[in-house]
């Protein structure tokens, strides 16, 4: 007995930890077989970067970078949504106006005489998003309607009703300073600096937590030096970011609410059931049935976030430009927050993604057209550039699929 106590503790010793160059071969093995993950992306911002900045020195600027913060949030908060939507494998084309509904309906709130308190009528705005997203998820889970007829229908009638909504009086503007400042207050220096060390902090606690947690099951884990290296990334990107912010007019409080809704629905999609069950499902419905999932109401409460995501991120833009008119979701609003999902990662064939994917494909969409419009660039270019930019996105999605099926990976 003593004999095997001494064979096998050995063995789980070396199960629960990897050197750096096994670490690092195995990724690349992983890589080979198609789980390239963020790397696309990643690659993509470089030669985004490379190329404007020397077609015009002013791309690379702190004014530009935090313009592009601003100008993202509203895309990337949408694209949260979408995300969620995507990975069980559907739709969602009433977004734009969706959002567009929740925003009228906020500002017509908060018009005086009788005007609302900002916090009532935003979360009344939201409430109403979640409603919408409620009866299109019901319509389509009960009589088995294809996702992209039920919410193309929906597109169309929430641009009637935000028609109806302002009626003839063409712009509205938002009478709430508190609501304005969504999307216009610019964080202190030293208030950045704070939000600096407490995400860098957060994230070393949580990568050693989890770190000493696989250790503890003894579960292979990534050594502790490929640890320490991610944490010191982060921070350089963190405080560098916040250095350029605090040259221009410092970080925007916008950038504050993505990064809490990228952190809280990260942890609803990876840490909790619900997020299980919608990659579950969007892998195999029928298996995830079988399984004892309630499909029905997951893919209704999936509705449910896309529409809430799209009334937040609605009011973040009419935030940005102060006011909500007839042309609120229009334009290639609802294009750009599904091909933000999809070139950031997101499967458009279900069961893949992230909500990371939001972030990063805004991010890219944002750098392009941010770049093209200090060369400007005519909007028929945007649109082509744009749609080439999906296009690439999608096959290699479709590329990376292929490969991890030849190697048995998920």
């Given at each position: 007995?003593?004999?095997?106590?001494?064979?096998?503790?050995?063995?789980?010793?070396?199960?629960?930890?990897?050197?750096?160059?096994e670490y690092f071969r195995t990724y690349l093995s992983r890589v080979k077989q198609g789980d390239i993950g963020a790397l696309p992306i990643i690659l993509g911002l470089l030669v985004?970067?490379?190329?404007?900045?020397?077609?015009?020195?002013?791309?690379?600027?702190?004014?530009?970078?935090?313009?592009?913060?601003?100008?993202?949030?509203?895309?990337?908060?949408?694209?949260?949504?979408?995300?969620?939507?995507?990975?069980?494998?559907?739709?969602?084309?009433?977004?734009?106006?969706?959002?567009?509904?929740?925003?009228?309906?906020?500002?017509?709130?908060?018009?005086?005489?009788?005007g609302w308190h900002w916090l009532m009528a935003i979360g009344a705005a939201l409430l109403f998003a979640a409603i919408i997203g409620l009866i299109q998820g019901s319509i389509i889970?009960?009589?088995?309607?294809?996702?992209?007829?039920?919410?193309?229908?929906?597109?169309?009638?929430?641009?009637?009703?935000?028609?109806?909504?302002?009626?003839?009086?063409?712009?509205?503007?938002?009478?709430?300073?508190?609501?304005?400042?969504?999307?216009?207050?610019?964080?202190?220096?030293?208030?950045?600096?704070?939000?600096?060390?407490?995400?860098?902090?957060?994230?070393?606690?949580?990568?050693?937590?989890?770190?000493?947690?696989?250790?503890?099951?003894?579960?292979?884990?990534?050594?502790?030096?490929?640890?320490?290296?991610?944490?010191?990334?982060?921070?350089?990107?963190?405080?560098?970011?916040?250095?350029?912010?605090?040259?221009?007019?410092?970080?925007?409080?916008?950038?504050?609410?993505?990064?809490?809704?990228?952190?809280?629905?990260?942890?609803?999609?990876?840490?909790?059931?619900?997020?299980?069950?919608?990659?579950?499902?969007?892998?195999?419905?029928?298996?995830?049935?079988?399984?004892?999932?309630?499909?029905?109401?997951?893919?209704?409460a999936v509705f449910m976030i896309s529409a809430t995501m799209a009334g937040f991120g609605g009011i973040i833009l009419a935030s940005r430009l102060r006011s909500v008119d007839t042309?609120?979701?229009?334009?290639?609003?609802?294009?750009?927050?599904?091909?933000?999902?999809?070139?950031?990662?997101?499967?458009?064939?279900?069961?893949?993604?992230?909500?990371?994917?939001?972030?990063?494909?805004?991010?890219?969409?944002?750098?392009?057209?941010?770049?093209?419009?200090?060369?400007?660039?005519?909007?028929?270019?945007?649109?082509?550039?744009?749609?080439?930019?999906?296009?690439?996105?999608?096959?290699?999605?479709?590329?990376?699929?292929?490969?991890?099926?030849?190697?048995?990976?998920?």
């Open positions: 007995m003593s004999e095997l106590q001494q064979t096998s503790a050995p063995t789980l010793a070396e199960k629960s930890s990897t050197s750096v160059g985004i970067a490379v190329i404007f900045q020397s077609l015009n020195e002013n791309y690379l600027t702190p004014r530009n970078f935090v313009n592009l913060i601003v100008q993202m949030a509203g895309i990337t908060t949408i694209a949260i949504g979408v995300v969620f939507v995507l990975l069980l494998g559907e739709i969602d084309l009433s977004i734009g106006y969706v959002s567009a509904v929740a925003a009228v309906f906020m500002t017509l709130r908060l018009r005086p005489p009788d889970t009960q009589f088995r309607l294809p996702s992209f007829v039920v919410t193309l229908a929906g597109l169309m009638v929430w641009n009637g009703v935000v028609l109806i909504l302002i009626g003839n009086g063409g712009t509205v503007i938002i009478q709430d300073n508190v609501v304005i400042g969504l999307a216009n207050h610019f964080l202190t220096a030293t208030q950045g600096w704070i939000l600096a060390i407490v995400i860098v902090v957060l994230y070393t606690l949580m990568l050693l937590n989890r770190w000493r947690s696989r250790q503890r099951r003894d579960i292979v884990t990534t050594p502790i030096a490929v640890v320490v290296a991610q944490i010191v990334i982060l921070a350089v990107i963190t405080f560098a970011a916040v250095y350029v912010a605090n040259l221009d007019r410092g970080v925007p409080f916008v950038g504050v609410i993505l990064l809490l809704l990228l952190v809280g629905f990260t942890f609803l999609a990876e840490r909790m059931k619900f997020g299980r069950y919608v990659y579950a499902i969007g892998g195999n419905a029928e298996s995830a049935r079988r399984a004892g999932i309630n499909v029905n109401r997951i893919r209704i042309a609120a979701g229009g334009g290639d609003l609802m294009l750009n927050s599904i091909a933000a999902a999809v070139i950031g990662g997101t499967s458009l064939f279900g069961g893949s993604g992230r909500v990371i994917s939001a972030f990063l494909g805004a991010l890219v969409i944002a750098s392009v057209q941010s770049g093209m419009g200090l060369l400007g660039l005519s909007s028929g270019v945007k649109f082509v550039v744009t749609g080439l930019v999906l296009l690439a996105a999608v096959l290699i999605d479709a590329i990376s699929r292929r490969g991890r099926a030849r190697s048995g990976i998920a």
